[in-house]
């Protein structure tokens, strides 16, 4: 089984033999107060994933094996080797799956083929270890991302509506947490709101590479009048995806840690946190959110 890159890629448009392994069903033992029922339910898949890259003539490098869940394995492979800088992205000409003759899920495993020879010294340097649940921990410095970071332009400038707006425009698309409850989501959307792309994964890293490299394929990078809502809490590996992706603004339902505000104000990232109702925090660079109108000025 080969799944090529298509020349004039619609990312947001799942394939019709997408793999449909992201929810299976399982059966529980249901306790509710004083109830007991015995029934199926409905839970996140979860796989692992090898990445490998090739350039002209190589032999498939494996880069990192990332637990995650089901569907839409290219993306997230090309988004991955896109943050993490092993790419820049204009250089992938195709992905292919694993052999169906030797593997019973061929999808768990994808080569991204580039048009220039991949570097495999770059991998011993970033020390991988991946897992869905905390992405690439403890393998990059604040410094190594800055170098290959460029700066962020000043704009968009985006209201304070928009902004407020984003939790429920995620919620509303999120087609599998419905069915399951135990999925991250990343939202891709215009300054004005309008949704661009979103994806899902057990592991919040993965549903943003997933995102990522859906803009990498549709050739939209950088991201640089792009917001970026995403579900749960937001950590550096998050805001050092964001940034090297050219996304400015990035929200996020839950708290950003230390070294996350820390990135975002460095790397000229406008962080907001504890989106939630009518209320946020603005961690950083609040220069991009228009709050005028509770300023009481022009």
């Known amino acids: 089984m080969t799944a090529e890159t298509p020349d004039s890629p619609t990312p947001d448009s799942p394939t019709p033999d997408s793999p449909t392994r992201h929810v299976t069903t399982t059966r529980i033992v249901a306790v509710r107060g004083e109830s007991l029922e015995f029934r199926a339910d409905r839970v996140v898949g979860e796989e692992p994933l090898e990445i490998l890259a090739a350039g002209p003539g190589q032999e498939p490098v494996a880069v990192a094996v990332t637990m995650r869940t089901p569907g839409f394995e290219d993306e997230l492979a090309i988004g991955f080797l896109r943050t993490e ?146 579900s749960g809490r937001v950590s550096f590996e998050i805001v050092q995806k964001a940034a090297v992706a050219g996304i400015p603004i990035l929200a996020a339902v839950s708290a950003p840690s230390d070294l996350a505000i820390e990135a975002a104000d460095r790397l000229g990232v406008t962080l907001v946190g504890f989106l939630r109702g009518d209320g946020f925090n603005v961690y950083s660079h609040d220069e991009r959110i228009d709050l005028r109108d509770l300023l009481a000025l022009d």
């Open 85 to 230: 800088g092993l790419i820049d992205g204009p250089e992938v000409l195709r992905t292919t799956a694993g052999d169906p003759a030797t593997m019973s899920q061929p999808d768990d495993r994808i080569v991204v083929h580039l048009a220039r020879a991949f570097d495999a010294s770059r991998i011993a340097e970033r020390h991988f270890v991946a897992t869905a649940s905390c992405g690439i921990c403890g393998k990059a410095s604040l410094d190594e991302v800055a170098v290959r970071t460029g700066p962020l332009p000043d704009g968009p400038v985006v209201s304070r509506a928009v902004i407020l707006a984003l939790p429920d425009m995620l919620r509303a698309a999120q087609r599998a947490f419905d069915e399951t409850g135990g999925l991250h989501a990343a939202g891709l959307f215009t300054a004005a709101g309008e949704l661009v792309a979103l994806r899902e994964d057990v592991g919040r890293h993965n549903a943003l590479d997933k995102v990522i490299g859906s803009q990498v394929l549709a050739k939209a990078l950088p991201l640089h009048d792009r917001l970026l809502m995403v």
